[in-house]
T-cell receptor, first 113, second 115 residues
């Protein structure tokens, strides 16, 4: 049973437009959420995170929104750049679970010039 | 700072053998976590070590084990390899506070192929 789901395996966006990547979770014990980006032949790289006490966190071009009642989070990238083309993973951690992360299946983002 | 390093990068083994993978964390990081990435199951948490003690454990059989040394370097071992163990094994390190979620820095991974 997948506790963290990314239902879109791929997303294609034009350079300069907004990219919206979505993630749903089922476990109510998750209280911290993270987004990672992964390029081929490299390990995932941390992008941005959000605690369950917040509903929005912003860092430059990246904003994460959390809707706890819907158990849904999204990552917005504005404006999208070709260098953003990668696989994006959302991950969640439970209360007291620390670095024990549960990952979604990933969404491949392609930003076209 | 040097990043997380993993050795070897690629490995081919046959069923029934055992394998040991190594991970050197970023200097000063005391937490090391291991993940398995497969096309079917995605990224799955194996275990986390902090100060030479296993702090968290994922839902993997006992054939998967690990340890951490006093210099924070970590090894994971898989015994009696099965075809399904073919995967990318990722190691991540963080400075980590007890119970907190820290930014984890991932290594490039070890690609294990079991024939």
């Amino acid at each position: 049973d997948q506790q963290v789901k990314q239902n879109s395996p791929s997303l294609s966006v034009q350079e300069g437009r907004i990219s919206i990547l979505n993630c749903d979770y089922t476990n109510s014990m998750f209280d911290y959420f993270l987004w990672y980006k992964k390029y081929p032949a490299e390990g995932p790289t941390f992008l941005i995170s959000i605690s369950s006490i917040k509903d929005k966190n912003e860092d430059g071009r990246f904003t994460v929104f959390l809707n706890k009642s819907a158990k849904h989070l999204s990552l917005h990238i504005v404006p999208s750049q070709p260098g953003d083309s990668a696989v994006y993973f959302c991950a969640a951690s439970g209360i007291g679970a620390g670095n024990m992360l549960t990952f979604g299946g990933g969404t491949r983002l392609m930003v076209k010039p | 700072k040097a990043g997380v390093t993993q050795t070897p990068r690629y490995l081919i083994k046959t069923r029934g053998q055992q394998v040991t993978l190594s991970c050197s964390p970023i200097s000063g990081h005391r937490s090391v976590s291991w993940y398995q990435q497969t096309p079917g199951q995605g990224l799955q948490f194996l275990f986390e070590y902090f100060s030479e003690t296993q702090r968290n454990k994922g839902n993997f059989p006992g054939r998967f084990s690990g340890r951490q040394f006093s210099n924070s370097r970590s090894e994971m071992n898989v015994s009696t390899l099965e075809l399904g163990d073919s995967a990318l094994y990722l190691c991540a390190s963080s400075s980590s506070r007890q119970g907190a979620v820290d930014e984890q820095f991932f290594g490039p991974g070890t690609r294990l192929t079991v024939l």
